[in-house]
């Protein structure tokens, strides 16, 4: 059974009828339970310019969560390198880290942070997507910045944000531990963890390939109360297959009700399938499998569910399930 850390990924998913505020303040509780809970960290996405997913700062969601709890490590899961200048992602991370040392990450990635073009050229001032080697200079430079210039005492535990072999190659190169999202592209998985360990040349930041896999994770007392719970994510994902990023994340009411095409039911079920959603014992023993699978050294978990009562429920679950049956095998 699990024996991994397990970590969680906030997204931030702001409900129907209600204001990017109301999500925002809701943030805290989060932190604070998976802080009591015993995850290990829990990071922050930048998104942008998306009517489902509130636009917060990773550092300022950091430095807020940091503040409020007390053992659990933060950070960004991540910010996304072309959209911000190296010295400040370096003196914004490192001033975190001095102010909690051996608590703060820096996740790095490669992407936009949003789907609309306009909002992308707007983040990088106008530039078009970055090139793989203008993304290499980023993260390295980042990188240099941490150690020549901020020089502020402990460092930011740095990670290389991947979805890809291009990423896993980068993340190998540089000799960084890797945050590979299953959650977005579980077919890249297994070959592009094979690349970056076949190919890690040990750094002063990583002596060996360390991988955290993140999965989405939807967890309840039944099966029949995972479906539902992830029915509003459902409706966001059939969007995004349809090329439209402007979807709401409706009531699990709403989603049950929404008229996905058979096209998207199946690839929605397809997606599912690599995923780790269902009972206690049905996402342990899934989530199991994976860490298996990927030979992992840790576990994220994101989990878009509607109400925060019922996200920290997911998270209570898991946790509570992978303790006593790790006990149940000692």
């Not at 969601?61 to 950070?75: K, N, Q, V």
């Not at 490669?110 to 200079?137: C, I, K, Q």
């Not at 240099?144 to 402990?154: I, Q």
Request: glycine share 6%; hydrophobic share 45%; with cysteine.
């Amino acid at each position: 059974m699990i024996t991994l850390p397990l970590s969680a990924l906030e997204v931030a998913m702001v409900q129907t009828g209600t204001r990017a505020v109301d999500t925002l303040g809701q943030t805290t509780e989060f932190a604070r339970r998976l802080d009591a809970l015993g995850y290990r960290r829990l990071w922050y996405a930048e998104h942008h310019h998306s009517p489902a997913i509130g636009a917060f700062p990773p550092v300022v969601m950091t430095a807020h969560a940091a503040a409020s709890t007390s053992t659990i490590r933060l950070g960004s899961g991540g910010v996304m390198a072309p959209n911000h200048a190296p010295v400040m992602l370096a003196e914004q991370f490192g001033t975190l880290a001095a102010l909690h040392p051996d608590r703060i990450d820096l996740g790095l990635g490669r992407g936009p942070g949003t789907f609309d073009e306009s909002t992308a050229r707007a983040l990088r001032r106008g530039a078009g997507p970055t090139t793989d080697d203008e993304y290499r200079d980023d993260v390295a430079s980042t990188l240099r910045y941490l150690v020549d210039e901020v020089a502020l005492g402990p460092l930011p535990e740095p990670w290389l944000l991947s979805s890809s072999t291009a990423g896993a190659a980068l993340a190998a190169e540089l000799g960084l531990p890797i945050a590979f999202a299953h959650h977005i592209r579980p077919d890249n998985t297994l070959a592009a963890l094979a690349h970056y360990r076949a190919h890690f040349a040990p750094s002063p930041w990583c002596d060996r390939p360390r991988v955290l896999l993140c999965v989405e994770t939807v967890c309840a007392e039944t099966q029949e109360e995972a479906v539902r719970l992830a029915g509003p994510m459902d409706v966001v994902k059939a969007g995004l297959l349809n090329g439209r990023s402007d979807i709401p994340f409706p009531t699990p009411a709403e989603a049950a009700v929404h008229p996905f095409t058979e096209a998207e039911r199946r690839a929605l079920a397809s997606f599912r399938a690599h995923q780790a959603h269902g009972t206690p014992e049905a996402v342990v023993q899934r989530l199991t499998e994976l860490a298996a699978a990927t030979d992992a050294d840790e576990l994220m978990l994101v989990t878009p569910v509607y109400a925060l009562a019922e996200r920290l429920r997911s998270y209570e679950l898991v946790k509570q399930h992978a303790s006593l049956a790790e006990a149940g095998t000692g």
